[in-house]
């Protein structure tokens, strides 16, 4: 099929086109203007090709179905939306089984596969409702490596090389161990100093937030920021900052890592799994957990405080 970038390559690898043919259509304006999927993601700009109103049109109604309908969470439906535009600059809006197999070829990473076949399972078969093109699709094996459990030594060496700002973020990972989206897009008024407590802000059908807390460590790097309405943190620890830890210690330290840390510092600490999952944004599995367990503020505040987490000593 012929785009206005050309003719698609499938043997192309996947990443190189996808910015090939994304650098060609980033100044569409074809948004619908009730688009209501997160504007900071531009997702047009995957989007090309004569049937390229069509297309945004119906990635514009996909994305209101899979919000309202489905339920979904926003960053959900944006994952859906890329996708989507994905294929749809590859293959064209109506796609045959042959160019759908060809294209899923060149996604050669498994969790990205994993992500089209979750796009494309919403898009035909809870939007459209006929799953004859993608019923035959499998999900691929990912093959994830163990994760390491860095020590406290560890992460204070590694903190030692942070900038004050780029401290804050990082205490507040470990001292919380909330995922990376929750932590980067926090807002001031989310977030309690005096009793050091982070408002719940995510929802989901398998996950949510419990209110959380940040210890003493964090909430004194904390009253150092300029307090302000908007967004706590404006780096990201793929930035400068912390590439530069990574290379001076030799630790490859992420938001995930200190995720686990914190999960495993805890059962260490004498706190019970569901408490875990409470603080982590899991919903509980089991019944006692779930319907017998005390996930109050005050409750939770009490087993966050006896535990007395410290990540630097």
């Known amino acids: ?108 990473n498994p969790s990205s596969f994993n992500n089209h076949i979750k796009a494309l399972r919403a898009f035909y078969r809870d939007f459209k409702g006929d799953d004859s093109l993608i019923k035959t699709f499998r999900w691929r094996r990912c093959e994830y490596p163990p994760h390491r459990l860095f020590t406290n030594k560890e992460l204070v060496e590694f903190s030692q090389q942070l900038t004050e700002s780029d401290l804050s973020l990082f205490l507040m990972f470990a001292s919380t161990g909330r995922r990376f989206s929750e932590i980067i897009s926090l807002q001031w008024p989310e977030i309690d100093l005096k009793t050091r407590t982070l408002q719940p802000n995510h929802f989901a059908r398998t996950k949510r937030s419990y209110y959380s807390f940040f210890n003493e460590e964090c909430s004194a790097r904390l009253g150092m920021l300029t307090r302000g309405e908007g967004r706590i ?42 408490f875990i999952d409470a603080f982590q944004g899991r919903i509980p599995r089991s019944i006692l957990a779930r319907h017998y367990t005390d996930f109050s503020l005050e409750n939770l505040k009490a087993v966050y405080e006896k535990a007395g987490l410290r990540v630097r000593g």
């Open 1 to 108: 099929m012929e785009d206005l970038g050309g003719h698609v390559n499938f043997d192309e690898p996947f990443s190189s086109r996808d910015k090939r043919f994304g650098a060609a259509f980033a100044t569409s304006s074809t948004v619908s203007p009730d688009f209501p999927i997160n504007k900071s993601k531009s997702f047009i700009k995957n989007v090309s090709g004569p049937d390229n109103l069509r297309s945004c049109t119906v990635l514009s109604d996909f994305a209101r179905f899979c919000s309202v309908d489905l339920g979904l969470a926003p960053r959900t439906v944006d994952t859906h939306i890329d996708r989507m535009a994905n294929v749809f600059r590859a293959v064209g809006p109506e796609p045959s089984l042959e160019q759908l197999r060809s294209f899923l070829a060149t996604v050669e």
């Open 233 to 274: 943190f404006t780096a990201s620890p793929i930035h400068v900052p912390w590439r530069y830890a990574r290379l001076r210690t030799g630790l490859p330290v992420t938001p995930q890592s200190l995720r686990f840390w914190f999960a495993n510092e805890m059962a260490r600490l004498g706190v019970p799994d569901r």
